[in-house]
């Protein structure tokens, strides 16, 4: 059984992943979101899909609460260990640069950067020999791939979790913590609909969410410190 936190877990890919890890029963999951209604949504139906699942859906604010509270409550129902961290978070502005103000590229570092930083370390006592941490970044913040007009902020500060991803499966290789990073191309989303009207992915949420669930699961038996593009395009 792993103890899985998940973040960003009220809509999109995390909604669906939390779906994909309740469903053997084997895993206990807190998953945390700032809409307690969505929350609420999501877990009413886990309990359809599996009326005997573990989990915890508290309403947090991974960039402006204050952690003392929940890492108090993390301790307690996962025994003072966390097995998997899925750092999911996140939000989007598309709008072109010279429009962009600089509380759009604060806004974006604080919900897509400095949030995970704040939850990582907050967590980082309880994270334990094994663990596996999952940072979910972009292809727009990936090196070398195309890029979109509207991004720049977003992707700039996709790029800075992916070079923390980096620097941190470093840091805490000693801790025998792997550290990796899937950088996403686009799924069928909320935030994709309401940043880019009309355009329709070929990969569904629900797809995306399964395949960061395996991912966080199995996929710190292969790698370490590594941003993989999960996308159908070439970089």
Known sequence: MANIIITGASSGVGFE????????????????????GKLARLHEIALGLNPNCTLYPI????VHDDYHDLVQFIADRFNGRVDILINNAGMLINKPFAELLEGDFVEMIQSNFLGHVRITQA?????????HIVNIGSMGGFQGSA????LSAYSASKAALH???ECL???????????????????QT???EKAFPGYESPVMAFEMGKYI??????????FNGKIIPVALSTP
């Not at 992943?17 to 945390?32: K, R």
């Not at 499966?169 to 799924?187: F, M, P, W």
Request: proline share 1%.
């Open 17 to 36: 992943a939390v779906l994909e890890l309740i469903l053997s029963g084997d895993h206990q999951v807190i998953a945390l979101a700032r809409s307690e």
């Open 59 to 62: 309403a947090f604010d991974i």
């Open 123 to 131: 967590l980082l006592p309880l994270i334990g020999v094994n663990s």
């Open 147 to 150: 890029k979109f007009s509207g």
């Open 163 to 165: 070079t923390l991803t």
């Open 169 to 187: 499966a470093a840091e805490l290789a000693d801790r025998q913590i792997k550290v990796n990073c899937l950088a996403l191309g686009s799924a």
């Open 190 to 192: 909320e935030m994709l």
């Open 213 to 222: 669930a395996d991912f966080a699961l199995t996929g710190h038996k292969f």
